[in-house]
C-alpha cells in the first residue's frame, strides 16, 4: 500500500468501488456521524449519510470521467457538544495490491478556520464600532457612512433613521429620501420587535454594544436576514458640540445565503437521517415533508404520484375554483395524484389543500405536472403571476406566494414530485434546487428499495400463508429449524366424516362441478374446524378427516369435536336445501392416544397413527348415513353432557365386536 504523507488536520479513508472501507487513518473516528459505523469493510455511507445521492459522482471519478468532488461545510458534534466542521475532498487513488480504480477521501478538520473567519468578522465590526464611538465629529460619521461596504443605518434612541449609506439603500432597495425620518420597523419584520428597544438590549450584553440576527424586508416584500452589529454612541449637536446625544449606529450585513446554506445542509443531513432509520414507505415521506417544510420554512408540502394503474371514477378540478370540473374515467398514468400532504400548523390554507386533495394533475399542467413532464426541479418566485395559480386562484386567498418542486427518480424512471408552497414571496433558489435535485434521486432509490422490499415481504407472507394451510403454525415453525417432527399425545379425539353417496353421483357430473361441490362442502366444514380451533389433517377423495387435542394439547378435545360433528350435519342440511341436493354426512369419533408427524421430503403432511385413527375410521365406515357413531371411550367422556342413544354391540373389522352409541346432541 502507498504510503500517505498528510498535515495533521487531514485524515484519510481508502475506498473499493462498492464504497467500503479498506484502509483509514488514525485520527478519522472522530469525525464520522456514528462512531460504531467506522468500521473496515463497513459502506462509508453509513459514517457519512451525506454522501447518500452522490454516488453517480463517485462512479465517475472511478472511472476518470473526474478529476474531483469535494463536500464542504459539513457540521458534527464534538465530545464537549461543539460544533465541529468538516470539509470532505474524493480523488480517484490508483492501484493497492492489484485491486484498481480505488478512492481515497480526505478529511480535513477545518473548524479552526471557520472559527477565525467568524472571530475575525466579529472583530472587523467591533473595530468600526468602536471608531465610530470615538468619533465626536458629525462629518467623520458621514465620510465613514458613505465609504463603508456594509449597510450602516443610524438612528436616534426612538429608532427614526436619520442617517443611511448607499450599501443600505442597494440591500433594501430604497432610495435615501424614502428611509430619513421613518422608523425602522420599515424594514424589521412584525415578529422581530424584540430588536427594540435597542438601548435596553445593549444593557443587557454588558457594553455599548451588541450583535442581533433579524428578519427584514425590502421595498419589493422580499424576506431577507441581516446580522446587525449595533452600537449606542454619543455625538454633538449641531447648536452646541459639546452637548452631547445618544445615537444608535447599525452596521448590518446581509446573512440570507449563509442561512440558506445552513438550512439545506441540516435538511439534507434529516433526510439522510430519516432514510438510514427508514421504518415504512408511508410514514417515512410524511416526515420528509415535514423535515423539508420545517427547516426551510415553507408551509405546505405535498407528495404527487402516478393513479394506480387500475384507474378508477374521480373529481377532477383546477386550483382557480372549488367547484368540480366532470367526473372521468381515468386510464392508467392518466394523471398525478396528491398522495401524501404536510401543512404548517400556523398557516392558514385550508381551501388550498381542499382543492389539492381532489385535484388530478395532467402531465405539463400545475407545479407538480410541469416537472412530472420535464423531468428536473421548478421554482416559481410570484404565483400570482403563474399561468396555472394566478390572483383568482385557490392558492392566492389562502396566501401562498412562492413554490417549488423536484422529480422523485430512480434513473430514468419518474416515481413522483414534491411540492412546497410558502407564504413568503421568495426568488429562484439555484443552490436549493441543484440540493433537492439530488435529494429527489436518492429518494428515487428509497422508494424503489421500499417497493422491493414490500414485494418479497408480501411474497414471504403468501408462501407463509401455503404453508400454515397445509400444516399448523408450530409445525411449521419447528420444521424450518429441520426438526425431525414426531410427537406422542395420551389423549386426543378423532373424527372421520364422508358423504355418503357421493361418490355414485359424481359420475353424472363434470369434473368442475364435482370439485366445486365438494369444495363447498368441505369449505364449511374447514369453518367450523377454524371455529373449534381443530387441527384439519386431510381429505380423502370426499372423506374429511379433523383431531382435537393436538399439536396444542387441550381438555376439552372430545367436546369441540362433538361439537363440530352436530354442526357438519346442520351445515349439510342447510347445503341441502340451497341446492337442492340429498347429501348425507356419515360420522365416525373415537378418542385415545395417537403418533403425530411429517415425514417425506416432498408434499408432506401433517399426519397421525396408531389404533386410535384406526378404530375411528372403523367408526365411519361402520356407521349409518345421518347418523355420528362414537366410541366407548369418548361416549364416557361426553355423557353428563350430551343426549347418546346406545347402538350395542357390532361387529369391527380387526377389532371384533365393540360397544358403541350414536351421538345425538347436547343435554
Avoid at 462512479?59 to 457540521?75: K, N, P, V
Avoid at 438550512?263 to 408511508?282: G, M, P
Avoid at 408462501?463 to 426438526?483: G, T, V
Amino acid at each position: 500500500m502507498h504510503n500517505i504523507i498528510i498535515p495533521h488536520h487531514i485524515h484519510y479513508l481508502v475506498l473499493d468501488p462498492d464504497l467500503a472501507i479498506i484502509a483509514r487513518s488514525q485520527g478519522v473516528q472522530q469525525f464520522v456521524d456514528k462512531s460504531d459505523f467506522i468500521e473496515m469493510g463497513q459502506d462509508i455511507r453509513e459514517g457519512f449519510p451525506e454522501l447518500f445521492g452522490c454516488e453517480e459522482i463517485l462512479a465517475e471519478i472511478l472511472a476518470g470521467e473526474r478529476e474531483d468532488f469535494a463536500l464542504q461545510g459539513i457540521t458534527r458534534q464534538g465530545d464537549r457538544k461543539t460544533n465541529l466542521y468538516i470539509d470532505l475532498y474524493f480523488q480517484h487513488y490508483g492501484q493497492i495490491e492489484n485491486k484498481k480504480n480505488l478512492l481515497i477521501l480526505f478529511v480535513e478538520d477545518v473548524t479552526e478556520k471557520m472559527t477565525l473567519e467568524q472571530t475575525l468578522v466579529q472583530s472587523t465590526n467591533e473595530t468600526k464600532l468602536l471608531n465610530l464611538a470615538l468619533t465626536a465629529s458629525r462629518n467623520y460619521i458621514n465620510r465613514i457612512v458613505t465609504s463603508i461596504a456594509d449597510a450602516l443605518i443610524v438612528t436616534d434612541t426612538q429608532q427614526i433613521i436619520k442617517t443611511v449609506n448607499e450599501a443600505t439603500e442597494r440591500l433594501f432597495g430604497y432610495a435615501k429620501n424614502d428611509l430619513i425620518e421613518k422608523h425602522l420597523s420599515l424594514l424589521v419584520e412584525e415578529g422581530d420587535r424584540i430588536f427594540y428597544p435597542l438601548q435596553e438590549t445593549i444593557a443587557r450584553e454588558g457594553g455599548l454594544t451588541c450583535n442581533i440576527e433579524v428578519s427584514c424586508r425590502t421595498k419589493t416584500d422580499s424576506k431577507i436576514d441581516v446580522a446587525f452589529s449595533c452600537s449606542l454612541i454619543q455625538v454633538g449637536s449641531e447648536a452646541q458640540d459639546l452637548t452631547l446625544t445618544p445615537e444608535i449606529v447599525y452596521i448590518g450585513r446581509d446573512i440570507t445565503e449563509r442561512k440558506r446554506t445552513q438550512q439545506r445542509l441540516t435538511a439534507q443531513y434529516a433526510i439522510a437521517n430519516i432514510l438510514s432509520e427508514s421504518s415504512s414507505l408511508e410514514t417515512d415521506t410524511q416526515r420528509i415533508l415535514k423535515a423539508i417544510g420545517e427547516i426551510l420554512g415553507w408551509d405546505v408540502g405535498e407528495l404527487w404520484q402516478p393513479i394506480p394503474e387500475e384507474g378508477h371514477k374521480t373529481i377532477t378540478a383546477n386550483f382557480t375554483t372549488t367547484a368540480p370540473l366532470d367526473h372521468t374515467e381515468l386510464s392508467p398514468h392518466s394523471g398525478l395524484r396528491r398522495m401524501d400532504l404536510w401543512t404548517n400548523p400556523e398557516a392558514i390554507v385550508t381551501e388550498f389543500i381542499n382543492i389539492t386533495g381532489i385535484v388530478i394533475l395532467q402531465a405539463g399542467t400545475g407545479l407538480a405536472g410541469r416537472v412530472w413532464e420535464r423531468g428536473y426541479p421548478q421554482w416559481i418566485a410570484d404565483l400570482s403571476g403563474d399561468t396555472d395559480f394566478g390572483l383568482n386562484s385557490s392558492a392566492a386567498r389562502s396566501g401562498l406566494r412562492s413554490a417549488f418542486a423536484f422529480p422523485i427518480q430512480s434513473g430514468n424512471e419518474m416515481l413522483g414530485v414534491m411540492s412546497f408552497f410558502g407564504r413568503e414571496k421568495l426568488p429562484p433558489d439555484e443552490n436549493l434546487l441543484q440540493m433537492m435535485a439530488a435529494m429527489g434521486n436518492q429518494l428515487g432509490q428509497f422508494v424503489k428499495r421500499k417497493q422491493a422490499e414490500a414485494a418479497l415481504q408480501k411474497q414471504q407472507e403468501k408462501s407463509e400463508n401455503l404453508l400454515l394451510n397445509i400444516l399448523p403454525k408450530s409445525i411449521a415453525d419447528r420444521l424450518k429449524e429441520d426438526q425431525t417432527i414426531a410427537d406422542s399425545f395420551d389423549a386426543v379425539t378423532v373424527l372421520f366424516a364422508d358423504l355418503v353417496g357421493f361418490t355414485e353421483m359424481s359420475a353424472h357430473l363434470s369434473p368442475i362441478e364435482v370439485v366445486e361441490q365438494l369444495n363447498g362442502i368441505f369449505s364449511e366444514f374447514d369453518r367450523l374446524t377454524e371455529k373449534y380451533k381443530l387441527e384439519k389433517i386431510k381429505t380423502i377423495g370426499d372423506a374429511y378427516m379433523v383431531v382435537g387435542g393436538l399439536p396444542e394439547v387441550r381438555i376439552d378435545h372430545a367436546e369441540t369435536i362433538a361439537d363440530m360433528a352436530l354442526e357438519m350435519q346442520a351445515a349439510v342440511a342447510r347445503i341441502n336445501t340451497k341446492t337442492q341436493q340429498n347429501f348425507a354426512i356419515r360420522v365416525g369419533i373415537n378418542t385415545g392416544s395417537v403418533v403425530a408427524g411429517v415425514i417425506g421430503t416432498k408434499k408432506f403432511i401433517y399426519d397421525l397413527w396408531g389404533d386410535t385413527v384406526n378404530t375411528a375410521s372403523r367408526m365411519e365406515s361402520h356407521g349409518q348415513p345421518g347418523h355420528i357413531q362414537v366410541t366407548e371411550n369418548t361416549y364416557k367422556i361426553l355423557r353428563d353432557r350430551y343426549e347418546f342413544e346406545e347402538r350395542g354391540l357390532i361387529p369391527v373389522k380387526g377389532k371384533g365386536e365393540m360397544r358403541t352409541f350414536w351421538l345425538v346432541g347436547k343435554k
